[in-house]
């Protein structure tokens, strides 16, 4: 019996949960900086996981004092991104807990990541229908660390948000998972644990 099976509900984070993408992302906001003429440092990026590109580009244009809205630069990264990812989708070792549960238990995909493109993403590495749903930034107001994004999951699974575990890269997804009263895996130091 796998440690999992208590759960009614599994919630995956995409990016670094799922799908390495970091380089992709990462790639998209150099072509944005370098088409607005700045830069961005790698391991401030990294220290951004987990934030949606909106919330990052707020960031950048208050911290840079950058004279662009932050919708154009959250956009224009959008864009770059969907022309990079095609190269850069690689699956990490969770995406066996959804293989091994798809069918089993309901299970959705809650991300900072924009819906068509979370959804593009999934269907591009052939794990697209594994999940029952795919709620991104743009189907709640307050993203992670806020715990909106997990409890639309749940409430579109129609399991209580106890009753769901969430898999998660991130410090910002775990505060998430943990705002919104559910248990969390953290990816980066646990074992799959099908065994």
Known sequence: MSCYDKYEALIFDLDGTLLD???AHFAAWQQTASDFGFEVDESWYHSRGGSPTILTAQTLVKELELAIEPQILADHKTQSFKYLMEDHLEQLPFVEVAKYYAG????????????????????KSGLLHLFDYVVGADQVSAHKPAPDTFLHCAQLMKVSPERCLVFEDAIFGIDAAAAAGMDVIDVRVTDVGLD
């Open 21 to 23: 993408s970091m380089s």
């Open 104 to 123: 089993k238990k309901p299970m959705a995909v809650g991300t900072g990541t924009l819906t068509d493109i979370a959804a593009r993403m999934l269907e």
